[in-house]
């Protein structure tokens, strides 16, 4: 099991920058693929970024390639999302994912564990 809990969402003027945390916990890493998802009420699960574990190459949705980066801190087991220049479209709850696998998946239904989400709410 693998156990995924997300922080540092909250409200953010358009234009601004907020930095979401994902903490890992109850198994190693290496083997998994890491990915970040949201969703707004009455709509599916989107994916937003995702990245092999043990990898370099990371994945962006289109929407916000060139606003959002992923990475890893893999001495305290987790994984970021740094979004800047925020819009007020990128509203949404946040969702941390986790896959053990060697191949990135951008749905989100392939994904195996999933943190309780953070709001993150971009003001205009």
């Known amino acids: 099991q693998v156990q995924l809990v997300e922080s540092g969402g909250g409200l953010v003027q358009a234009g601004g920058s907020l930095r979401l945390s994902c903490a890992a916990s109850?198994?190693?890493?290496?083997?998994?693929?890491m990915g970040w998802f949201r969703q707004t009420p009455g709509k599916e699960r989107d994916f937003v970024s995702a990245?092999?574990?043990?990898?370099?190459?990371?994945y962006y949705a289109d929407s916000v390639k060139g606003r959002f980066t992923i990475a890893r801190d893999y001495a305290k087991n987790t994984v970021y999302l740094q979004m800047n220049s925020l819009k007020p479209e990128d509203t949404a709850v946040y969702y941390c994912?986790?896959?053990?696998?060697?191949?990135?998946?951008?749905?989100?239904?392939?994904?195996?564990?999933w943190g309780q989400g953070t709001q993150v709410t971009v003001s205009s």
């Open positions: 109850g198994r190693t890493l290496s083997n998994y693929v």
């Open positions: 994912a986790a896959k053990q696998s060697s191949s990135v998946q951008t749905d989100g239904k392939w994904y195996d564990y």
């Open positions: 990245i092999r574990w043990g990898g370099t190459l990371a």
